[in-house]
């Protein structure tokens, strides 16, 4: 089983919609979870923290849930500039290497 | 707003060469780690480096890698004698401890023909 698992779409959204995609994490000790957004051919920028009461930070909303060991993405009023790759990492805690999973591809379309 | 640099932006070289890749991590930042992207791949970690020495490494970091911090603000990334394989992005990233975000670089794209 893949330490970080996502779904690697694309997912094609009209502009306007909301689009929601999970992760799951093999470790269930781990400690620390992150979504990363990555554009194409670039670096991948910190979106936001995950934190076990659930975040929101604008049209963003993460979730985290430790009992089925995955942790979530809402993008709420999504805009073609949300059209991206989004990475979920897990700190596994200890050895402090960030665990990547392999994207979930969004486009958003007008 | 302070960010890591990555130099050069892209670097051709020939299989069997040695390369160098520079980076220079946020001023305050104590902990520095290079991961690599092959092209369409997921993003992939190679070290991490604390207190002039390395904290962690994965099985992609064999004899042929090295990193050094030789002065105050850069931190290098060797490879000894490329490969084919080790084309790919070369992403930097620095962070002010270990378990708080991990700030990347613009990455070097390394091409080895």
């Known amino acids: 089983r893949k330490e970080v698992e996502q779904d690697p779409g694309p997912f094609n959204v009209p502009e306007g919609a909301t689009v929601a995609f999970n992760c799951t994490y093999s470790n269930s000790a781990s400690q620390s979870f992150f979504w990363y957004r990555q554009d194409c051919r670039k670096e991948p920028k910190l979106l936001m923290s995950v934190y076990s009461s659930g975040n929101e930070d604008g049209r963003f909303t993460a979730q985290l849930n430790r009992a089925s060991q995955y942790i979530s993405l809402l993008i709420r009023d999504s805009k073609l500039s949300d059209s991206a790759t989004y990475l979920c990492?897990?700190?596994?805690?200890?050895?402090?290497?960030?665990?990547w999973g392999a994207g979930t591809k969004l486009i958003i379309k007008p | 707003e302070p960010e890591v640099t990555q130099t050069p932006s892209h670097q051709v070289t020939q299989m069997g060469q040695e390369v160098i890749l520079r980076c220079v991590p946020i001023?305050?930042?104590?902990?520095f780690y290079w991961y690599r992207q092959i092209l369409g791949q997921k993003v992939e970690f190679l070290v991490s480096?604390?207190?002039?020495?390395?904290?962690?490494k994965s099985e992609i970091f064999d004899d042929q890698f090295s990193v050094e911090r030789p002065d105050g603000s850069n931190f290098t990334l060797k490879i000894r004698s490329t490969k084919l394989e080790d084309s790919a992005m070369y992403f930097c990233?620095?962070?002010?401890?270990?378990?708080?975000?991990?700030?990347f670089g613009p990455g070097t794209r390394l091409l080895v023909l």
């Open positions: 001023s305050n930042h104590l902990y």
């Open positions: 480096f604390y207190n002039n020495e390395i904290s962690e």
């Open positions: 990233a620095s962070s002010v401890t270990a378990a708080e975000t991990q700030y």
């Open positions: 990492v897990v700190n596994m805690g200890g050895n402090y290497q960030l665990i």
